[in-house]
Each structure stands twice: as C-alpha cells, then as structure tokens.
C-alpha cells in the first residue's frame, strides 16, 4: 500500500507543477505516504485490541473524568488536521477502566477521516460499550485548519462538541457535575 501510495502523492505533487525529481523532493512522495498511513492508522484498530483486556472490578460509583487528552485528526471534507483536547466522564457501575485505555481509543478513532461531531459520538460510544457505565460525557475542543488555512481563515475560532449518555443526559445535576468539574 506504501508505494501505491506514495506514487499518488507524486502524481499530485507533478499535477501542482512540482518537479518531484528536484532534492528536496525526491523523498517526498515515500515520506507523506508514511504519515498518512500513521495518521490513519485507527483504521487497523478495533476496540477489543485498544482496551486488551483492561477493565477492573471497582467498588464505586463515583464520577471518573480524565481531561485534556489531546487529539490529532484528519477532516474527512479536506483531508487537513483538527487538533485539539477530549475530556471524558464516567460513572461506574462495578466496573472501572485502564487510564491509558481513554487516551487510545481517543486516538483509535482520531486516527481517521472524521468530523468532530462523529468523533465525539464514538469516543462516547466506545467507552459506554466497555465499560457498562450508568452516564458517559465527552467533550471535546478543536480547531480545525479547513477554517484557519483556507475558506474564511478565521485563526481563532474553535469548536466544541458533546456527546451524553444515560445519567450525564438524563440528570441536570450529573452532567452540571461534569461541565463544572472540567471548567466549563
């Protein structure tokens, strides 16, 4: 897939009225097929893979929230980078998952062609399914270069998104919990 890849970046590149045989392109082509593959890399992941077995009996119920895991993705409208933070909130029911295991499936689904609103809905999703919690929150702050680099270049705009499930949408109080306890 590399090679077929790269030879589509240099067709690209030649297209721009790039010469892809001068220095510093010659390696280009090989190097941009490489990143992409890295950057959609989520694509080979599932998410029985990403949690490996990581989920713990736990005697709580107590909100957990891991904040500002940052994130790197792709618009699926222009192929350039939104980047930015996810805070995640759960309330177990009997069962808690590894730490590290929120940073990977943030980055599993991050890791291809996305629109934030999905991306936000997934990461959700994912972390109800393994967990069995009674609320799932996600939020999640990005900037997205499709407006800061090109169309209106609007250099401070930002987006956020939301995605609550079961308590943390049915409870006021919960999910007031959740804003207040990440600052927003």
Not at 40 to 58: C, M, P, R
Request: aromatic residues 6%; neutral net charge; glycine residues 10%.
């Amino acid at each position: 897939m590399s090679d077929k890849l790269a030879g589509h970046y240099s067709d690209i590149l030649s297209i721009l009225g790039e010469d892809v045989s001068r220095g510093g392109l010659v390696d280009t082509p090989q190097r941009a097929a490489k990143a992409m593959q890295f950057l959609t890399d989520g694509y080979q992941k599932d998410l029985d893979g990403v949690v490996n077995g990581a989920i713990f009996e736990a005697d709580t119920d107590e909100m957990v929230i891991i904040q500002d895991i940052e994130f790197y993705s792709l618009c699926e409208h222009h192929i350039l980078p939104f980047i930015g933070r996810c805070h995640i909130a759960y309330l177990p029911n009997g069962k808690v998952l590894g730490l590290s295991k929120f940073a990977r499936i943030v980055d599993m689904f991050a890791r291809r062609l996305q629109i934030q609103e999905g991306l936000t809905k997934q990461i959700a999703d994912a972390v109800q399914k393994v967990t069995g919690a009674t609320g799932v929150g996600v939020i999640m702050e990005g900037k997205h270069m499709c407006m800061m680099m090109r169309g209106v270049q609007k250099q401070n705009s930002s987006m956020i998104t939301s995605v609550m499930l079961g308590s943390m949408r049915t409870s006021d109080a919960t999910r007031n919990e959740f804003l207040r306890l990440i600052g927003k």
